[in-house]
């Protein structure tokens, strides 16, 4: 019923930046909260950070000062900007969809992307 696609990851230098864009589709009508999750290799999945629909910013300590975290609700998408990259972000960088609310229901649905590669490397 809703779907997220990511896209902008790749292979970056030390210092670098990308953008990362995530877009959910189908019959929403609201979405609470957007964010970004990473996963590196042997690593638990974390928060990078999130968004809500009011505005409200969070962000993980180790990226505060260096990623911003943006949303375009009119298209249902949420960005990261990613500056000076570190290779410690090198990762699967999730996107996440909380409290998804359906046009015509009361369900409110939690969706996951299926993830872009980050790597930060020389």
């Known amino acids: 019923q809703v779907q997220l696609v990511e896209s902008g990851g790749g292979l970056v230098q030390p210092g670098g930046s990308l953008r990362l864009s995530c877009a959910a589709s189908g019959n929403i009508f609201s979405i609470a909260v957007m964010g970004w999750y990473r996963q590196a290799p042997g690593k638990q999945r974390e928060l990078v950070a999130a968004?809500?629909?009011?505005?409200?910013?969070t962000y993980a300590g180790s990226v505060k000062g260096r990623f911003t975290i943006s949303r375009d609700d009119a298209k249902n998408t949420v960005y990261l900007q990613m500056n000076s990259l570190k290779p410690e972000d090198t990762a699967v960088y999730y996107c996440?969809?909380?409290?998804?609310?359906?046009?015509?229901?009361?369900?409110?649905?939690?969706?996951w992307g299926q993830g872009t590669l980050v790597t930060v490397s020389s």
């Open positions: 996440n969809a909380d409290q998804v609310l359906l046009t015509g229901s009361d369900r409110r649905l939690e969706v």
């Open positions: 968004i809500t629909s009011g505005g409200l910013l």
